[in-house]
T-cell receptor, first 114, second 116 residues
Framework: ETGVTQSPTHLIKTRGQQVTLRCSSQSGHNTVSWYQQALGQGPQFIFQYYREEENGRGNFPPRFSGLQFPNYSSELNVNALELDDSALYLC?????????????FGQGTRLTVV | KNQVEQSPQSLIILEGKNCTLQCNYTVSPFSNLRWYKQDTGRGPVSLTIMTFSENTKSNGRYTATLDADTKQSSLHITASQLSDSASYICVVTTENYGGSQGNLIFGKGTKLSVKP
């Protein structure tokens, strides 16, 4: 176990709805990154938060947004859900900012958009 | 373009046998290469991390190699067990430079099935 927990584990939403996914980082880690993993594909970087500030963003539209709280836990919000948003959403925490530091992944949230 | 290619796409072996998974990359500037194991529907778990100067690294029955000249890596699994059935993902990261946070480039993974 990595100490990174995500909730919920599974979620079904209707197209057009909004969703919030949550992540608790490993103790002592101040950096959280979010990834989208479509079926049969490798994860795609969405964005990273370091000490409550966004620290880099991948090629995702603005309807994907995030937050990091003072305890370093994080949320991923997706508005106006589309069918293609169906994926496993992974959160990873790390001790330092940047993407080339060791990252510990949570178990993921499986989002299905119908 | 930064890319990570893995082969084979899938592999079936018998319990107790050895296997080798391949990863070729074109990533610059290189920082490190990681192998992750991902069980179906779960998050990836790190197996090894290697920097430019490391040629080999082991973690139990898993041994990773890195040839930075040819930009190739392999993951060798010895005496496979049923619990080794999973996807194995090769990830190459780039350096942080001048405010850039670096990048992670994921391969699509090799799906390994170990049969009794």
């Amino acid at each position: 176990e990595t100490g990174v927990t995500q909730s919920p584990t599974h979620l079904i939403k209707t197209r057009g709805q909004q969703v919030t996914l949550r992540c608790s980082s490993q103790s002592g880690h101040n950096t959280v990154s979010w990834y989208q993993q479509a079926l049969g594909q490798g994860p795609q970087f969405i964005f990273q938060y370091y000490r409550e500030e966004e620290n880099g963003r991948g090629n995702f539209p603005p309807r994907f947004s995030g937050l990091q709280f003072p305890n370093y836990s994080s949320e991923l919000n997706v508005n106006a859900l589309e069918l293609d948003d169906s994926a496993l959403y992974l959160c990873a925490s790390s001790l330092h900012k940047g993407l080339n530091t060791e990252a510990f992944f949570g178990q993921g949230t499986r989002l299905t958009v119908v | 373009k930064n890319q990570v290619e893995q082969s084979p796409q899938s592999l079936i072996i018998l319990e107790g046998k050895n296997c080798t998974l391949q990863c070729n990359y074109t990533v610059s500037p290189f920082s490190n290469l990681r192998w992750y194991k991902q069980d179906t529907g779960r998050g990836p778990v790190s197996l090894t991390i290697m920097t430019f100067s490391e040629n080999t690294k082991s973690n139990g029955r898993y041994t990773a190699t890195l040839d930075a000249d040819t930009k190739q890596s392999s993951l060798h699994i010895t005496a496979s067990q049923l619990s080794d059935s999973a996807s194995y993902i090769c990830v190459v990261t780039t350096e942080n430079y001048g405010g850039s946070q670096g990048n992670l480039i994921f391969g699509k993974g090799t799906k390994l099935s170990v049969k009794p």
